[in-house]
């Protein structure tokens, strides 16, 4: 069974950056969209930022301008690159890979915390 393995969360203060990395444990065919989710205490998970195999990306307002998403189709790895960290940054992140067509599939990361310090 394939599982996506995230790296790279932390503590951090306001204003530091962060990357953070989620490449599978095995092969897999290429995804067709890589996500990055984000879950905080209290709060249902939700989108922070995606990219489609044609580089298409796509980012929640509040990190416009701040989180980068990028791939790398030769490892199937995806990065979110995170500046100007704030406080209401602070969740456990997930991954998501998704495959739609021939061999078909979704799979999501256990899940990296971030915390960020005021």
């Known amino acids: 069974q394939v599982q996506l393995v995230e790296s790279g969360g932390g503590l951090v203060q306001a204003g530091g950056s962060l990357r953070l990395s989620c490449a599978p444990s095995?092969?897999?065919?290429?995804?067709?969209?890589m996500g990055w989710h984000r879950q905080a205490p209290g709060k249902p998970r939700e989108l922070v930022a995606a990219?489609?195999?044609?580089?298409?990306?796509n980012y929640a307002d509040s990190v416009k301008g701040r989180f980068t998403i990028s791939r790398d189709n030769a490892k199937n790895t995806v990065y979110l690159q995170m500046n100007s960290l704030k406080p209401e940054d602070t969740a456990v992140y997930y991954c998501?890979?998704?495959?739609?067509?021939?061999?078909?599939?979704?799979?999501w990361g256990q899940g990296t915390q971030v915390t960020v310090s005021s």
């Open positions: 095995g092969n897999i065919f290429r995804p067709n969209a």
């Open positions: 990219i489609t195999s044609g580089d298409n990306t």
């Open positions: 998501n890979f998704r495959r739609v067509g021939a061999w078909a599939y979704i799979y």
